[in-house]
Nanobody
Framework: QVHFVESGGGLVQPGGSLRLSCESS????????IAWFRQAPGKEPEGVSC????????TYSDSVKGRFTISRDTAKNTVYLQMNSLKPEDTAIYYC?????????????????????RGQGTQVTVAT
């Protein structure tokens, strides 16, 4: 069963912007903390942002802080990741995951985080 559908990825030049969407028709997203991860070829998944359930507080990894913004539209049951000032090192597959709490964000995997659900991802490529 597909729990999430991510969209919005694509090819963008350095300095450009993209907005990723994470939508579910299976469950209510604001009942969970929704995290965005990315995984580049040959690298471990990196948690880049998370929005808490309920109050919708957003957190960010150091690598994206100040450039990415996470938000949630309850009416559309969708979580967004607005990505600005994109860099080539942002190139990766981005996917969302749901769990009661947020993971520790960053390039070191959080060993205590095992999401209940995750999506297939959308490719983001930043290149000239």
């Amino acid at each position: 069963q597909v729990h999430f559908v991510e969209s919005g990825g694509g090819l963008v030049q350095p300095g450009g912007s993209l907005r990723l969407s994470c939508e579910s028709s299976v469950f209510t997203l604001n009942s969970y903390a929704i995290a965005w991860f990315r995984q580049a070829p040959g690298k471990e998944p990196e948690g880049v942002s998370c929005i808490t359930r309920g109050d919708g507080f957003g957190t960010y990894s150091d690598s994206v802080k100040g450039r990415f913004t996470i938000s949630r539209d309850t009416a559309k049951n969708t979580v967004y990741l607005q990505m600005n000032s994109l860099k080539p090192e942002d190139t990766a597959i981005y996917y969302c995951a749901a769990d009661p709490g947020c993971p520790t964000l960053g390039s070191i995997p959080d060993p205590g985080y095992e999401p209940l659900y995750r999506g297939q991802g959308t490719q983001v490529t930043v290149a000239t």
